[in-house]
C-alpha cells in the first residue's frame, strides 16, 4: 500500500485490473484504492507480469503492505504454493491504485497487438457501462492516466450523444422529466407487526457503503456536531459577470472565485480556521472548490496561493483538479489545506442549498443557479422600472464561534457589489 500523504495511514484495495499471469506495462495501472482523502489509481512501477495478488479487493490494509507482486520480464512465475506460504516471484513495488486492466476492446480483447492501433485501457466499469449501453469505446475520448477510457467519459460520451449534459451554468434551475422508470416491484404485504417486509422481499439491493461515501458521512457529521452553523443568503446580479465570462470564454465560477479571493482580503476572519480556542487567519487563501465524482461522491481539490492566479488562471486550475479528480489522479495533498472552500451546485440548476462547513475551516459560499428573470431596476436618477436580468443566490455557511451574523453579511454584501460592478 503506497504512502499518499503524511496523514493517511490506510487504504482499501477497491479493485484489481490486472490477474495473475497477466503481462504488465511500466506505468499501467493494475488496481484502484481508496483512502479517506482520496481515490486514486496508481500505476505499476515497472514492466513484467503480474505474479500474485497478496490484498484481494474489498480489503482494508497500513501503508507499507504489500499488495502484489510482478514478476521482471523473462523472469519465470512462481510455482503455486499452499494458502499461506510464501512464492519465490521476483519482488515488486507494491501495487497501488490502477489506471484501467490491460488494454481492450469493448468486448474485453486487447487493442494494438498488430492492427495498426495505438494501445487503449478501459476500466472494468466502463467495459460495462459501455457494453450495456451499445458504445463503441473506440469513439470514448478517455482523460485517465495514458489515455485510460474511464466510467466518467463513458457517461460524458452517453450524455453529449443525447445532449443531455448538464451546462455549468444555466439560465432556468428546472430540467426535462427523466425517462420513465420501469415499473415498480410488488410490494409484499406487511408482516405481523405491521412492518413492510425485510429488504430481500422488497427487491432491496443492500451493499456495504464505500470508503469515500463512509469517509464523507464521518466528515459532514463531524461538521454538523463540532461548528455551530449559521446560513446567510443574498441575491445578486450577475449580468454584468455574464457578459464578461462570455468575452473570456469561461464559465462564471472563476470569476466568482477571483472576486471572492479579493473580498476574503477584507474579511479575513473568513478565511481561517477554528481548532478549539484557537482560530488562525490566513493572508495566503488556498481556495478548496467542491467536485462531484457524480454517484461516487464528491471531491474538494484544493488551489494553492489562489490569490496569486487570474481568472484565466483560475479557471485553468479548475478544470485541471476537476478532471484529474474525475479521473482519480489526484495525490492526497492537493485535496488537504484549504481555508475557504466554494461549492457550485447551480451547475445542476440547483437555486438554493445550505452547505456544511469543511471544518476546521469557518465558513463556505455557495454559489447558485444563474437564472434569467425580471427584476425592479433603480436608473440614476431613481426612477424605477422592471427589466430581465440575469440573478443568483449566494449562500455563506459560516460558523457562529468564529463571526456574528453581520460580519457574513458584510462579506456577502461586498461580494455582491463587486460582482455586480
Known sequence: MPAMGTSITEGEVIAWLKQPGDAVAADESICEISTDKVDSEIPAPAAGTLAEILVEAGQVVEVGVTLGRIAAEGSALPAAGAPGEPKAAAPAPAAAPAEAPRAT????????????????????????LAADRGIDLDQVVGTGRNGRVTKRDVEGFVATAAKAEPPLHTDSPYRPDPPPSPPPRAVPPPSANGHPGQPDELGGDPRPLSRMRIAIGNAMRNSQQTAATCHTVVECDVTALEARRRELGVTALPLVARATIETLREFPDLNATLDGTT??????????????????????PVIKDAQDLSIEGLAAKIKDLATRGRAKQLDPQEVQGATFTITNPGAFGASIATPVIDVPQVAILDLEAIVRRPVVVTDDAGGESIAIRSMVNFVLGWDHRAVDGVYAARFLGRLRTSLQG
Open 279 to 300: 482560530i488562525t487567519r490566513f493572508e495566503r487563501v488556498h481556495l478548496g472548490i467542491a467536485v462531484s465524482l457524480g454517484d461516487d461522491g464528491l471531491i474538494v
Open 105 to 128: 476492446s469493448g468486448n474485453g480483447r486487447a487493442n494494438g497487438s498488430g492492427n495498426g492501433k495505438a494501445k487503449r485501457f478501459y476500466s472494468p466499469v466502463a467495459r460495462r
